[in-house]
């Protein structure tokens, strides 16, 4: 194929008139080129028989700089065969290309790709005359494109690659792995106790903390691995040319390692820790989403297992998640079926030896799985929002079935920390005791130690609102947290209930009673009732009596009663 513009156009080649012309007066048009000579971008006209006619200045530098000179006339053949040398496309697709542009009249452009500049050539057909060609530097925006592209893979925060860039050499691993069997690993790691550094110094510090993680992470791997940010507090690491999973172990360890070392940030000595997740291809995956899910589900384990720790992935942990997620499913739908129960396990006041309240504890009757269990499903409510809900219901079921007791009894429900988050508590337990007509000393509000070490001002104006009302408020398993008498001091609490693990180290342990007797000397000195929670035995209740505890709650007594077995028992019962 003749690289020669004039046989592209011999076939088109016919007398066509001029269209415009020149003004007489006009300068004569051998000074056109210095009007052309001003234009930025390069332009040469090619007239019919292939000749270069017109070659303005700056034509002349931008070919200069592409290493083509013009030395005497420069013919059409010579010039593409020069630009082609260094274009993108092959030659016979740039031809293929001027044909169509000269058969639709259109233009045809490609680059040119020099050492230390890229041209854009533009060559459109003039009918019946020839061409023209227009030349720009693009070396300028092709930078700035490339360093957009740069960036648009990259975190601006730790400068680390983002999700986009991990997914591209999670790809070219993947290749790898199917080519020549090469193997790699994929950590995802979560930092744990981050989210308190940024509620309580701010943003700035907590993004300053990430930085420093990101360094640390950088130093623990090979050139060839990959530390990626994906999100607020999550890191993922693509561990490539991995020979054994001891391999991959040894890097998890550095990270929980590294990671839970002390970081001093502006002043600030702050101590967070890391979970991690492991998933190795091909064992887990030979896919990106194989590995990455199962590289989550690692991880999810990892934080279930206390955290500060790493985990690998194992074909169980699937089977686990697809059951938790069939449970969630169930349980979003189990508030309209109705399928929640409330048991009741009484209360007994050791001064007369009678039954003053019950404890409201909620049971799931699946329609296939039968009776589930409160721990199997009361941490997933939590963990997915649906706590607040079921809460509320329990209050509303509690204040109408406590309506049917004997006067003198009350009901006491365990409220959670989501709860006491929604903006909801107050109002839910005014519309419950309205609604029910229960007077609201009869109900009584159980929270734990998580209650109070979340947003603590402003749940303790919570309580003092329901004190105001006339509802009582208890602390539930009182001694297994580490600032139970500072929560003692802040607000004055109508009850403690003592955890089960005292009551049964009363025959296991010989600073049992020791125990069980300071708080209930503590209780009785605040003018708080205490309750012993667990009491199985005769033996526990009488030394219970001994050490002071006004009542006691267990199965010597009861066992969480069905709601609708309860009043058979209250009439029954003979202490």
Not at 178 to 183: C, K, S, V
Not at 266 to 283: K, N, Q
Not at 464 to 474: A, D, I, P, T, Y
Request: with cysteine; net charge negative; glycine share 6%.
């Amino acid at each position: 194929m003749s690289a020669d513009l004039h046989h592209l156009g011999a076939a088109q080649r016919k007398v066509v008139p001029l269209t415009i012309r020149l003004d007489q007066s006009a300068a004569p048009l051998h000074t056109w080129d210095r009007y052309l000579d001003v234009i930025r971008h390069g332009i040469l006209m090619i007239d019919a028989s292939g000749r270069v006619v017109i070659c303005t200045d700056p034509a002349e530098r931008l070919l200069y700089n592409m290493n083509i000179e013009r030395t005497g006339n420069l013919s059409s053949r010579q010039l593409l065969r020069a630009l082609c040398a260094g274009a993108s496309q092959s030659r016979q697709e740039i031809f293929e290309a001027l044909r169509s542009a000269r058969d639709l009249q259109t233009s045809a452009s490609f680059e040119v790709a020099g050492q230390d500049h890229t041209l854009q050539v533009e060559i459109r057909s003039v009918a019946g005359e020839g061409w023209v060609a227009t030349l720009e530097d693009v070396s300028a925006r092709k930078a700035n494109e490339a360093r957009a592209d740069e960036l648009a893979r990259l975190d601006p925060l730790t400068g680390l690659p983002n999700r986009l860039l991990l997914r591209e050499r999670l790809a070219g691993a993947v290749a790898r792995l199917q080519r020549n069997e090469e193997a790699c690993a994929l950590l995802l790691i979560d930092l744990d106790r981050f989210k308190p550094v940024n509620d309580t110094l701010g943003h700035p510090i907590g993004d300053a903390l990430l930085a420093k993680v990101a360094d640390r992470l950088r130093s623990t791997v090979r050139p060839t691995d990959t530390v990626a940010r994906i999100g607020g507090d999550e890191f993922i690491i693509l561990q490539t040319g991995i020979r054994e999973a001891a391999d991959a172990q040894a890097l998890a360890r550095r990270i929980v390692d590294l990671i839970g070392r002390t970081y001093m940030v502006e002043g600030h000595l702050l101590t967070i820790g890391a979970s991690v997740g492991v998933a190795l291809a091909p064992a887990d995956g030979t896919s990106a989403d194989k590995l990455l899910k199962n590289a989550d589900l690692a991880l999810y384990r990892a934080k279930l297992d206390g955290r500060g720790t790493y985990r690998f992935f194992e074909p169980e942990m699937d089977a686990r998640m697809q059951a938790r997620r069939r449970l969630e499913l169930d349980m979003r739908q189990a508030l309209a079926r109705r399928e929640f129960q409330l048991h009741y396990q009484p209360q007994m006041q050791l001064d007369g030896d009678r039954l003053i309240g019950c404890e409201a504890l909620i049971r799931w009757k699946h329609p296939e799985r039968g009776m589930i269990s409160p721990l199997d499903f009361i941490p997933l409510a939590e963990e997915i929002g649906l706590i607040v809900p079921i809460g509320e219901w329990v209050i509303r079921q509690a204040c109408r079935d406590a309506m049917t007791w004997p006067t003198g009894m009350s009901v006491a429900v365990n409220v959670s920390p989501a709860q006491f988050k929604s903006d909801r508590l107050v109002e839910t337990i005014i519309s419950a005791l309205a609604s029910s007509g229960l007077s609201a000393k009869r109900l009584e509000v159980e929270i734990t130690e998580g209650v109070l070490l979340q947003e603590s001002q402003r749940t303790l104006q919570t309580l003092h609102r329901l004190r105001e009302l006339g509802v009582r408020v208890s602390m539930d398993d009182f001694g297994t947290g580490y600032s139970s008498l500072s929560y003692l001091r802040s607000f004055p609490f109508d009850k403690i209930k003592i955890d089960r693990s005292f009551v049964k180290d009363l025959s296991d342990k010989p600073d049992g009673d020791a125990i069980i007797r300071a708080i209930a000397g503590l209780g009785k000195s605040l003018g708080m009732t205490t309750v012993a929670e667990g009491v199985e035995t005769p033996e526990q209740m009488q030394r219970i009596r001994d050490e002071g505890c006004t009542d006691v709650q267990g199965y010597l007594i009861s066992r969480p009663i069905p709601a609708d077995d309860l009043l058979q028992f209250i009439a029954s019962y003979q202490p």
